[in-house]
């Protein structure tokens, strides 16, 4: 068994077709788990996923050792959608969704996703980067995407397991770390703890 401190569905279901067992660990009312996802200043969208992976792991095995739980591996991940330097985050409402998907349409684009399990002073970690090509998307198409809701909570406003799969013309990499948790890489580190998949 092992700990997730994610609250993505799309993790847990990631998990799920490991067939992993798994219990949540989630931030309490007194975490300000958001602050974790601050940007720096030059920072490079890989060093940025890392770095935050690696702080809600700390968060997560403080809260472990806090609740008084059995113990057992933590596994916590992160996913950024980049634009050469730039990083897209998660969209704040429709304008910001809108400027995002505008500035993904007709380009290639960077999803990276960093994974990170640990357990006392014990952590390995992976980091995957995946590219994802546009067509170029008619402004009618993305303003019914936005009205739909799917953008929000999403790094670059859009899910690949959406509606908006329509407009990816090609992949390479991993498509389940464009979904928030890459699988290889993900089954890899496990299994070096004593995972079976």
């Not at 609250?7 to 990631?14: C, F, G």
């Not at 300000?32 to 700390?58: C, M």
Request: proline share 6%.
């Amino acid at each position: 068994m092992i700990y997730l401190a994610s609250q993505s569905p799309r993790r847990r279901q990631l998990l799920d077709q490991l067939g992993v067992r798994y219990e949540l660990l989630l931030p309490g009312p007194e975490e300000d788990a958001e602050s974790l996802e601050a940007e720096r200043a030059g920072e490079s969208p890989e060093d940025y996923v890392v770095r935050v992976t690696s702080a809600k792991l700390t968060a997560a095995l403080q809260r472990l050792a806090k609740r008084g739980l059995s113990p057992a591996p933590v596994l916590c991940s992160d996913t950024t959608v980049a634009l050469g330097p730039k990083i897209l985050g998660k969209p704040q409402d429709a304008a910001q969704a809108y400027e995002t998907l505008s500035l993904l349409s007709g380009r290639s684009h960077r999803v990276i996703t960093a994974v990170a399990v640990g357990l006392g002073e014990r952590q390995t970690s992976a980091l995957n980067v995946s590219e994802v090509d546009f067509i170029d998307v008619p402004e009618e198409q993305l303003r019914r995407y936005i009205a739909s809701g799917e953008p929000f909570g999403k790094a670059g406003a859009y899910a690949i397991q959406s509606q908006a799969a329509a407009w990816i013309s090609r992949i390479e990499g991993s498509y389940s770390g464009i979904m928030g948790l890459p699988l290889f890489e993900t089954a890899q580190m496990l299994q070096q703890w004593g995972l079976r998949i």
